[in-house]
T-cell receptor
Framework: AQTVTQSQPEMSVQEAETVTLSCTYD???????LFWYKQPPSRQMILVIR????KQQNATENRFSVNFQKAAKSFSLKISDSQLGDTAMYFCALMDSNYQLIWGAGTKLIIKP | KAGVTQTPRYLIKTRGQQVTLSCSPI?????VSWYQQTPGQGLQFLFEYFSETQRNKGNFPGRFSGRQFSNSRSEMNVSTLELGDSALYLC??????????????FGSGTQLSVL
């Protein structure tokens, strides 16, 4: 069975600091996608960043970047220069060959002013 | 381009009733998938439709069903509601399997409360 594990239920940092959210996964497939989604209090699920497993280069989107370690099955999210608007639940997800998302339990991130 | 639209936003039902939720995908997207989010179970995959065909189904009882229309709009139906069906139901749309840069975009969800 495929699983996604987020070991940090909650994290808090000061505004402008850098924070890293951890995610590990398990899959027997060779081709898959990994995602980080953000869910603010509005409950809208917002795509943060996407990584194809066959690409060695780590994905980046402005202040967001990932550290993808395929052999270790690790996919962490780094948020640089954190802002108050980054406060949200962050979910790591794996898309398998059936195009369904397997989700982690989420990390609640609080950015303090 | 309009995003994924889910209606209604909130719904209150009683046990035993049935409910239908609607999802309109982003224009040009042909795949629609549904997820259930609860505090206890987290996010779980319900089913996915592509070109009016259910391609995948999660581990949910037969009370949960869905369909997709020729314009890619999708509905999900839950019959004989139980208290445990109270959840946020999220719909996601994408271009479809095999498309480059495959990404799922989500609607705002329908919050279902079963009393």
């Amino acid at each position: 069975a495929q699983t996604v594990t987020q070991s940090q239920p909650e994290m808090s940092v000061q505004e402008a600091e850098t924070v890293t959210l951890s995610c590990t996964y398990d899959t027997s497939e060779n081709n898959y996608y990994l995602f980080w989604y953000k869910q603010p209090p509005s409950r809208q699920m917002i795509l943060v960043i996407r990584q194809e497993a066959y690409k060695q280069q780590n994905a980046t989107e402005n202040r967001f970047s990932v550290n993808f370690q395929k052999a270790a099955k690790s996919f962490s999210l780094k948020i640089s220069d954190s802002q108050l608007g980054d406060t949200a639940m962050y979910f790591c997800a794996l898309m398998d060959s059936n195009y369904q998302l397997i989700w982690g339990a989420g990390t609640k991130l609080i950015i303090k002013p | 381009k309009a995003g994924v639209t889910q209606t209604p936003r909130y719904l209150i039902k009683t046990r035993g009733q049935q409910v239908t939720l609607s999802c309109s995908p982003i224009s040009g997207h042909r795949s629609v998938s549904w997820y259930q989010q609860t505090p206890g179970q987290g996010l779980q995959f319900l089913f996915e439709y592509f070109s009016e065909t259910q391609r995948n189904k999660g581990n949910f009882p037969g009370r949960f069903s869905g369909r997709q229309f020729s314009n890619s709009r999708s509905e999900m139906n839950v019959s004989t509601l139980e208290l445990g069906d109270s959840a946020l139901y999220l719909c996601a749309s994408s271009q479809g399997p095999g498309q480059p840069n495959e990404k799922l975009f989500f609607g705002s969800g329908t919050q279902l409360s079963v009393l």
